[in-house]
């Protein structure tokens, strides 16, 4: 991968059935930094304060090496690698002897082939799987990749489409922050055909009917279908979902829900009038969860107070994703619920670390977010050659993972297993 000279930005490259369904995927997931080289994480730190902030100009000198060591807290040797990185890339200029300056921004049309990717973080095991894919495919079809982080922002999110297409790129493939209903009549998404018409976005995940751009997601439908007639097959028939607020379009969750209604239906289970709307988190912490704002241990313990206040009490629940299932375990177990004896709980995403640390473990999904970021390059190469004029949905189907706990386990055990989990990441 390589960084694109502009916006901190790191340089990288159907079948539905539902169509146009409205899918998103949660990734607020507990992940190591690691993930992502320190050089790499600080190179993008380098070009967001001192590359492409607003009062940096063409020219300006950076910080000297032993600055920048202290600043990030890491070996000079990190910081000369991601600084080279930069000066190979052409952010950065090196003067011998001096220290290094704000290059120049290229011209566009230098003849190297480029599309930019934006994500909402670096760090989410789901986004690293997907920008892995885009980037292997980008590099199979000649183009370059400008990666960029919105951290969680829509406005910055605008501002790094605007600067990659800056910078040369013909195209973007966007992993969106997830929005709310009031936002999308003025998204620039919605608005894009008027804005740049000639180039082309494709999202990933997550997508809404309102923008006019291809969309590349899972089929969640499908998913929450599947999750809810396996647990009715396992012999469930008072079967919750966790809800978001009406307001925040979780697309992903949405279409789960809808799913899961779908098959209640169909088995000829009624579902009762409080699950239509509850469970529902408390707090906003559920629903915005970012590295700086995540629920608590006393926002788990509340959702599992009014979860067992439900009528009749649920023996299962659908909950978002792995680690949300995770916490609502030891929630319900340390209010001396067995689970999954008394309430089965189940996730999605088949995430690693809740594979590797947590237990007892519970059904979950495995979606192929590798396939799914190659599939957003495939789409928007057939936009960029014309051979869809019009913009399209493809929709990837989920496996689900069902997965029985070996042996239950204490709440003293199970707390010891979370601090663990928490450890490791």
Not at 59 to 83: C, D, H, M, N, Y
Not at 162 to 175: R, T
Not at 318 to 334: E, F, K, P, R, S
């Amino acid at each position: 991968m390589q960084d694109g000279p502009l916006s901190g930005t790191r340089t990288l490259k159907p079948e539905c059935a539902n169509p146009w369904q409205r899918v998103s995927e949660p990734h607020f997931t507990r992940t190591p930094v690691s993930s992502i080289p320190a050089y790499i994480r600080i190179a993008e730190q380098i070009k967001a304060e001192w590359v492409r902030g607003e009062s940096v100009s063409e020219g300006s000198k950076l910080p000297t090496q032993e600055e920048l060591t202290e600043r990030f807290g890491v070996s000079r040797s990190t910081i000369i690698r991601a600084l080279s990185k930069l000066v190979a890339e052409g952010c950065l200029t090196s003067q011998q002897g001096s220290g290094f300056y704000v290059a120049q921004a290229p011209a566009r049309g230098n003849g190297v082939r480029s599309i930019g990717m934006i994500v909402p973080n670096l760090h989410a095991t789901v986004i690293v799987a997907t920008c892995r894919g885009v980037e292997r495919r980008a590099r199979q079809l000649g183009y370059q990749v400008l990666l960029g982080s919105s951290e969680f922002g829509i406005r910055h999110e605008q501002e790094l489409a605007e600067q990659h297409i800056q910078a040369g790129a013909q195209g973007l493939v966007i992993y969106p922050v997830t929005r709310r209903a009031q936002e999308l009549e003025t998204d620039y998404l919605t608005q894009w055909p008027q804005q740049s018409p000639t180039v082309p976005i494709v999202t990933v995940d997550t997508g809404y009917e309102e923008w006019t751009c291809s969309r590349v997601q899972f089929d969640n439908y499908r998913l929450g279908y599947d999750v809810t007639q396996q647990l009715i097959r396992h012999k469930h028939r008072h079967i919750a979902f966790m809800h978001i607020w009406p307001d925040y379009l979780h697309t992903s969750i949405l279409e789960r829900e809808k799913g899961w209604r779908a098959a209640m239906e169909e088995a000829g289970l009624e579902i009762p009038a409080s699950y239509h709307t509850q469970p529902v988190p408390s707090t906003r912490g559920f629903t915005l969860p970012t590295p700086k704002f995540a629920p608590t241990y006393a926002d788990y313990d509340a959702f599992a107070e009014n979860l067992l206040k439900l009528s009749p009490r649920p023996d299962a629940l659908i909950a978002w994703t792995d680690i949300v299932a995770a916490q609502l375990t030891q929630a319900l177990n340390n209010r001396g619920v067995k689970v999954p004896d008394e309430i089965r709980i189940t996730g999605f995403d088949c995430d690693p670390l809740v594979t590797r640390f947590f237990r007892p473990l519970f059904p979950t999904s495995k979606p192929d977010f590798v396939r799914l970021g190659e599939m957003a390059v495939d789409t928007l190469a057939g936009r960029l050659s014309g051979k869809w004029e019009q913009p399209r949905v493809t929709c990837h189907s989920v496996p689900v993972a069902w997965r029985e706990p070996h042996t239950s386990q204490t709440p003293e055990a199970l707390e010891a297993g979370w601090e663990e989990m928490e450890g490791a990441s």
